[in-house]
């Protein structure tokens, strides 16, 4: 079954651990992208899964589990 839900990952790092960061994220299962950015947040990331609740596994038991993150923001897509 294609997944369902998508969404944006924003990512706020320790000082100097947002390549490190990004490179790890993107090697999880869901997530399709990881990119380093500047501003507010250092990481964002695409992910996707079949329900709202894999996804919420998704993030909490894996992305936040990366060591280095301090802060998570997911912003799940709609279409409208």
């Known amino acids: ?3 369902q839900v998508q969404a944006y990952i924003l990512i706020q790092t ?3 651990k947002a ?11 869901g ?4 990119d380093d950015v ?3 947040y250092d990481v964002i990331a695409k992910a996707e899964a079949r329900t709202v609740d894999d996804l919420g596994k998704l993030v909490v038991a894996k992305i ?4 280095g ?3 998570t923001l997911t912003c ?3 279409h409208l």
């Open 31 to 34: 997530v399709t992208a990881a």
């Open 69 to 71: 993150i301090t802060r």
């Open 1 to 3: 079954m294609a997944a």
């Open 14 to 16: 320790e000082v100097g």
């Open 76 to 78: 799940p897509i709609v």
């Open 19 to 29: 390549a490190q960061v990004a490179q790890e994220v993107h090697g999880i299962a």
């Open 38 to 40: 500047t501003g507010p």
């Open 64 to 67: 936040q589990a990366v060591e």
